[in-house]
């Protein structure tokens, strides 16, 4: 599985929109982006994943750049609740068994 | 569904001793994970096995051992306990392959001491 990159930290004030970045420059075509976030000492929780196309859940946004060495996510209205660390990691669906998680971001938004 | 559930929550061993993590699932995954979180830290992979039968080593696997002998449950199992395994245990699964999506489903975490 390919490597991201992450900033270490990021500050976002409450109600506007946080946009978390990654870098993949090595992803490979069938590695698809995955993004979750870990709140305190709790298990982390899936957010969203996307292959190439931009894709929206309930809880985020993801833009994939057209060459996917690279992708944010966003959420749209932060609130204090999404204060944690956001993890970016590139898998494919098909196998993916070492799933390697790097340091992630951490997330302040702030009142 | 219960998910992914971790037993247990809180434990304290003393150097030497030995104990086993337990961790089972009921969504029928196929592939299951064990991982550990030392403080401020990401989380490193320790094993993996993706099925009934199969295990392999992650990242960090020294001074641990799995077994997967029925699809649900993925047991750590620690011989002799030392304080640099002191930590939080995640067990994790996904279902991997043309009918999963490949999204990891996380316990809750096991906090283990090693004094």
């Known amino acids: 599985d390919a490597k991201t990159t992450q900033p270490t930290s990021m500050d976002c004030a409450e109600g506007r929109a946080a946009n978390l970045p990654c870098n993949h420059s090595?992803?490979?075509?069938?590695?698809?982006v995955y993004w979750y976030r870990q709140i305190h000492s709790q298990g982390p929780q899936y957010i969203i994943h996307?292959?190439?196309n931009n894709e929206t859940n309930e809880m985020a946004s993801l833009i994939i750049t057209e060459d996917r060495k690279s992708s944010t996510l966003i959420l749209p209205h932060a609130t204090l609740r999404d204060t944690a660390v956001y993890y970016c990691?590139?898998?494919?669906?098909?196998?993916?068994?070492?799933?390697?998680f790097g340091a992630g971001t951490r997330l302040f938004v702030k009142a | 569904n219960a998910g992914v559930t971790q037993t247990p929550k809180f434990r304290i061993l003393k150097i030497g001793q030995s104990m086993t993590l337990q961790c089972t699932q009921d969504m029928n995954h196929n592939y299951m994970y064990w991982y550990r979180q030392d403080p401020g830290m990401g989380l490193k992979l320790i094993y993996y096995?993706?099925?009934?039968?199969?295990?392999d080593k992650g990242e960090v696997p020294n001074g641990y051992n799995v077994s997967r002998s029925t699809t649900e449950d993925f047991p750590l199992r620690l011989e002799l306990a030392a304080p640099s395994q002191t930590s939080v245990y995640f067990c994790?699964?996904?279902?991997?392959?043309?009918?999963?999506?490949?999204?990891?489903?996380f316990g809750e975490g096991s906090r283990l001491t090693v004094l």
């Open positions: 994790a699964s996904s279902r991997q392959g043309q009918a999963g999506t490949g999204e990891l489903f």
């Open positions: 990691i590139v898998r494919v669906v098909t196998g993916g068994f070492k799933t390697i």
């Open positions: 096995s993706v099925g009934a039968g199969i295990t």
């Open positions: 090595t992803i490979s075509g069938n590695e698809y």
């Open positions: 996307g292959l190439k």
